[in-house]
T-cell receptor, first 111, second 114 residues
Framework: GQQLNQSPQSMFIQEGEDVSMNCTSS?????WLWYKQDPGEGPVLLIA?????ELTSNGRLTAQFGITRKDSFLNISASIPSDVGIYFC???????????FGTGTRLTIIP | GAVVSQHPSWVICKSGTSVKIECRSL??????MFWYRQFPKQSLMLMAT?????????EQGVEKDKFLINHASLTLSTLTVTSAHPEDSSFYIC??????????FGPGTRLTVT
């Protein structure tokens, strides 16, 4: 099935650094969601975006829905050890309820 | 709110046997439930979408006779992997949605077929 392109694939950062990742698609979506998945667990919803241009924050996390409806980014400020995991973007296309998932960004914090 | 549970969390079965996985929305009624599978270091791939009381809609390439889905109520969906083979070993995750497009995921079930 179709997947969204996420970049970077992996990130190695030091605690306290800011993180930025993005997600792009060849198709437009009307909803963008960002999830975090820990090993052996299901994804946990972080942020939901519903309008083009929307900028939404959840604590240290900020995400934006691109104006073209074909991209989104997620920023994490002042990273902490519990931020380690895999981050997935997901898009929903106009009312069909199904989500298309990104390829994932693996975040590792170097001690 | 929006808690989804799965049972079992892991299962080992012999080749040729069937395995049933349950997905429950604990504190809300789910209009739709979804089943995904995830291979190591890969993203989630949607297998099927199910609505309470109706037949599941399967994604292209997913065998409906092998992966039986029953959505008995607004809080329970089951996935049965019939005649399991080693290539069916994977991480199976369900999700549930209520009245928005946000999906809430269960903790997943790791299936190992020997």
């Amino acid at each position: 099935g179709q997947q969204l392109n996420q970049s970077p694939q992996s990130m190695f950062i030091q605690e306290g650094e800011d993180v930025s990742m993005n997600c792009t698609s060849s198709s437009i979506f009307n909803t963008w969601l960002w999830y975090k998945q820990d090993p052996g667990e299901g994804p946990v919803l972080l942020i939901a975006l519903y309008k083009a241009g929307e900028l939404t924050s959840n604590g240290r996390l900020t995400a934006q829905f691109g104006i073209t409806r074909k991209d989104s980014f997620l920023n994490i400020s002042a990273s902490i050890p519990s931020d380690v995991g895999i981050y997935f973007c997901a898009g929903e296309y106009f009312g069909n309820e199904k989500l298309t998932f990104g390829t994932g960004t693996r975040l590792t914090i170097i001690p | 709110g929006a808690v989804v549970s799965q049972h079992p969390s892991w299962v080992i079965c012999k080749s040729g046997t069937s395995v049933k996985i349950e997905c429950r929305s604990l504190d809300f009624q789910a209009t739709t439930m979804f089943w995904y599978r995830q291979f190591p270091k890969q993203s989630l791939m949607l297998m099927a979408t199910s609505n309470e009381g109706s037949k599941a809609t399967y994604e292209q390439g997913v065998e409906k006779d092998k992966f039986l889905i029953n959505h008995a109520s607004l809080t329970l969906s089951t996935l049965t992997v019939t005649s399991a083979h080693p290539e069916d070993s994977s991480f199976y995750i369900c999700s549930a949605s209520r009245d928005t497009y946000e999906q809430y995921f269960g903790p997943g079930t790791r299936l190992t077929v020997t």
